[in-house]
């Protein structure tokens, strides 16, 4: 049994697709947060811009 645990422990194969499912989900997040139809970001940005281009 303790030998099966070390192993365990030592394999790493499934590591990178849990942080790039993590990464994945956070940039969807902060997409969706800039994007959104009630972003204050959003919104200001695009004031900016209308002013900007008249």
């Known amino acids: 049994m303790t030998k099966f645990l070390t192993k365990f422990m ?3 194969r499934g ?3 849990i ?3 993590i990464l ?5 997040a902060i997409v969706t ?3 959104s139809d009630t972003g204050s970001f959003a919104t200001a940005m695009s004031a900016k811009l209308a ?3 008249t």
């Open 10 to 12: 030592k394999d790493e």
């Open 15 to 17: 590591v990178s697709a």
């Open 19 to 21: 942080e790039y499912a």
């Open 24 to 28: 994945a989900g956070a940039i969807g």
């Open 33 to 35: 947060t800039v994007f």
């Open 51 to 53: 002013a900007a281009l």
